[in-house]
């Protein structure tokens, strides 16, 4: 049995918002499958992709939690679980961020109750966290989140370049300015908060900026992930993850993406950067 498992997830399509629809989401997933079996030893059936009606919350979260019961229970010692999918904001439910929004993602089955997100069909970046910290200490996680919490990056040019952003603000009024006039926590913060050793988290871009939904090369992809798989394919994965961020950082410059992508973990990691 391997000891790795990955969990690949793409959204274009979400049940109750039709018009929300992206377009290289679930290209996304299917990339990061492939480059994780083609250049980080992950057989085939160590992987789940798992696209549009299929990627509801229950099944998502469901997924996660096998992964991680299954790292507790010594089968796994390298998780990875890569999004592509619309983000969004809510204001904090669990009353622990200090008058914080909470970032959020947005499943196939995304919902809302009473003019916010009903959060039995919206992932919290807390409930990310709850479940992750609980991983063992040896155990690598590594996620890679095409997905941003911010529209204000759009840019004229995006529209002209067949450009999309993947993010979805709250769906009222009031949700939306009671998210605004709260600091969102970030979902760097989530990670680092749980103090864990070997979690890792690649992100298309800054908080304040908008991760893009892009046609390139006649295909739809999510910008960050398209460069991140070309660059590894071009060096058969022979990178460091600071070599591979900053050439995945200069194409998106070169074909004039303002998005930065970001690498976060501790300092204390040590392996292949």
Known sequence: MGRRRALCVGINKYKNYPDAALRGCVNDAKEMSAVLTRYLNFAKQDITVLTDRQATKTAIMKKLTAMVQGAQEGKYDYLVFSLSSHGTQIVDVGGDERDKADEAFCPYDLAEKKGQWDPRHIIIDDELHDLFVQLPKNVLLEVYLDTCH???????????????????????????????????????????????????????????????????????????????????????????????????????????????????YKATLRGNF
């Open 150 to 264: 911010s529209g204000t990056g759009l840019k004229a040019i995006d529209l002209l370049l067949s450009r999309q952003p993947r993010y979805l603000p709250p769906p009222s009024l009031a949700a939306f300015k009671d998210a605004q006039r709260r600091p969102t926590d970030t979902l760097r913060t989530m990670l680092v908060r749980a103090n864990h050793p070997n979690h890792i988290l690649w992100a298309a871009c800054r908080d304040s900026q908008t991760s893009a939904d892009a046609l390139l090369d006649g295909k739809w992809h999510g910008a960050f992930t398209y460069f991140y798989c070309r660059e590894l394919e071009t060096a058969k994965g022979d990178l460091t993850r600071r070599e591979l961020l900053k050439r995945v950082r200069a194409q998106l410059a070169e074909n004039e993406f303002t998005q930065v992508p970001q690498l976060e």
